[in-house]
């Protein structure tokens, strides 16, 4: 079994920033993918940022230039750098391992709220 664990989100005034980690750990296959989703109150999960393990980044077209996602490969970890936050931004995040068996492991979440 795979076990991902995010670090905590919080509470970030408009414009600020914040960084959140996830650690993959258990028996991982090939990992094909990681990244972040985020459900906001009332609306579906949507993908936030991927990252494949050959360096390839998608992005939503919402975080575009606001958001960056990396990741460490010797240890399993992926990051999510977000700038520029917007009151928007707000919603439990995901992290996101996709494995060579196609998958989907999943993080309990973490809530980021952007507000003043």
């Known amino acids: 079994q795979v076990q991902l664990v995010e670090s905590r989100g919080g509470l970030v005034q408009p414009g600020g920033s914040l960084r959140l980690s996830c650690a993959a750990s258990?028996?991982?296959?090939?990992?094909?993918?990681m990244g972040w989703y985020r459900q906001a109150p009332g609306k579906q999960r949507e993908m936030v940022a991927v990252?494949?393990?050959?360096?390839?980044?998608n992005y939503a077209d919402s975080v575009k230039g606001r958001f960056t996602v990396s990741r460490d490969n010797a240890k399993n970890t992926v990051y999510l750098q977000m700038n520029s936050l917007k009151p928007e931004d707000t919603a439990v995040y995901y992290c996101n391992l996709y494995d060579r068996w196609s998958v989907d492991y999943w993080g309990k979440g973490t809530l980021v709220t952007v507000s003043s």
């Open positions: 258990g028996t991982i296959s090939s990992i094909k993918t």
């Open positions: 990252m494949a393990s050959g360096g390839g980044r």
